[in-house]
C-alpha cells in the first residue's frame, strides 16, 4: 500500500523535532547551530534566505552532508546541531529524518518554515546573486 506525500510528511513530524520561530531564533542566537535552507534557487531569489544559512537544494542535501560521499561539504557535520527549513515544513521534516538516517544525532527543522519567519516578522536577506 503507498502512502501520499501528506501522509510522509505527517510521520516525519512525528519522528522529528518540530521547532518554532522563537526555537530556532534562540538557537541561532547561541551560534553553535548549522541552518540550513533547502529551498531551490528561484525561492532564494524571490523570498531572500534567514541571515546565517547555509544554501543547500533539497536534491543535493544528502551528497553535501554525508562525510563519506565525494560531494561532502564541510558545513555539514554530523556531531554538530542542524536546523533545517525550507518554504513551509515539508520538505525539510523529510530531510530532517533522511539526515537522521544519516547518522545526525541533533537534526531538527523549523515548523511552518520560512512562511512562519517571515509571519512573525523576522529578518531575510538577500545575497549578492539572490536577487534579481
Same mark, same amino acid.
Given at each position: 500500500?503507498?502512502?501520499?506525500?501528506?501522509?510522509?510528511?505527517? /510521520?516525519? /513530524?512525528?519522528?522529528?523535532?518540530?521547532?518554532?520561530? %522563537?526555537?530556532?531564533?534562540?538557537?541561532?542566537?547561541?551560534?553553535?547551530?548549522?541552518?540550513?535552507?533547502?529551498?531551490?534557487?528561484?525561492?532564494?531569489?524571490?523570498?531572500? +534566505?534567514?541571515?546565517? %544559512?547555509?544554501?543547500?537544494?533539497?536534491?543535493?542535501?544528502?551528497?553535501? %552532508?554525508?562525510?563519506?560521499?565525494?560531494?561532502? /561539504?564541510?558545513?555539514?557535520?554530523?556531531?554538530?546541531? +542542524?536546523?533545517?527549513?525550507?518554504?513551509? $515544513?515539508?520538505?525539510?521534516?523529510?530531510?530532517?529524518? +533522511?539526515?537522521?538516517?544519516?547518522?545526525?544525532?541533533?537534526?531538527?527543522?523549523?515548523?511552518? $518554515?520560512?512562511?512562519?519567519?517571515?509571519?512573525?516578522?523576522?529578518?531575510?536577506?538577500?545575497?549578492?546573486?539572490?536577487?534579481?
Amino acid at each position: 500500500m503507498s502512502e501520499s506525500v501528506n501522509q510522509l510528511v505527517a /510521520r516525519a /513530524r512525528e519522528q522529528v523535532r518540530n521547532l518554532s520561530v %522563537a526555537e530556532v531564533a534562540e538557537a541561532l542566537e547561541t551560534g553553535t547551530v548549522t541552518l540550513v535552507d533547502l529551498r531551490e534557487p528561484d525561492e532564494v531569489q524571490r523570498e531572500g +534566505t534567514i541571515p546565517e %544559512a547555509v544554501r543547500a537544494p533539497r536534491g543535493m542535501l544528502e551528497f553535501w %552532508a554525508d562525510p563519506a560521499s565525494p560531494y561532502h /561539504r564541510t558545513e555539514f557535520d554530523p556531531s554538530a546541531p +542542524t536546523i533545517l527549513y525550507c518554504a513551509s $515544513g515539508g520538505r525539510s521534516a523529510l530531510a530532517a529524518r +533522511t539526515l537522521q538516517a544519516l547518522g545526525y544525532a541533533d537534526v531538527s527543522h523549523l515548523d511552518g $518554515g520560512l512562511a512562519a519567519w517571515k509571519a512573525d516578522g523576522r529578518p531575510v536577506t538577500f545575497r549578492a546573486g539572490d536577487a534579481s
